[in-house]
């Protein structure tokens, strides 16, 4: 059985920072871009991040390029989003989400699984 499991959201003011993390179980790492993806209150999901879990390269959003950083523990099953420079707009529910494509980071109906989500606050 598939889990992500995500921890670390919370409130925090602008400009500070704030990581995140998600505990992956059930899945064969190697195959899959682990990613982060969140919503806002009344608007769509929409792509952050992202890592592919073998050769570790990475994708960001453009809005989060040189604030945000994701990596990996190989060890751990585990995906890290480090947010820096946090601004209010960032304030929203982060989902680790695990896709086998890139197409999924333009379409998220292609993300394999989903976590339940985090909730990020970022006050003005």
């Known amino acids: 059985q598939v889990q992500l499991v995500e921890s670390g959201g919370g409130l925090v003011q602008a400009g500070g920072s704030l990581r995140v993390s998600c505990a992956a179980s059930?899945?064969?790492?190697?195959?899959?871009?682990m990613g982060w993806f969140r919503q806002a209150p009344g608007k769509e999901r929409e792509f952050v991040g992202t890592?592919?879990?073998?050769?570790?390269?990475?994708y960001y959003t453009d809005s989060v390029k040189g604030r945000f950083t994701i990596s990996r523990d190989s060890a751990k099953k585990m995906v890290l989003l480090q947010m820096d420079s946090l601004k209010p707009e960032d304030t929203a529910i982060y989902y680790c989400?695990?896709?086998?494509?890139?197409?999924?980071?333009?379409?998220?109906?292609?993300?394999?699984?989903w976590g339940k989500g985090t909730l990020v606050t970022v006050s003005s």
């Open positions: 059930g899945l064969t790492m190697s195959r899959y871009f």
């Open positions: 890592i592919n879990w073998s050769a570790g390269y990475t």
């Open positions: 989400a695990a896709h086998t494509t890139v197409q999924a980071m333009t379409n998220p109906d292609r993300v394999n699984y």
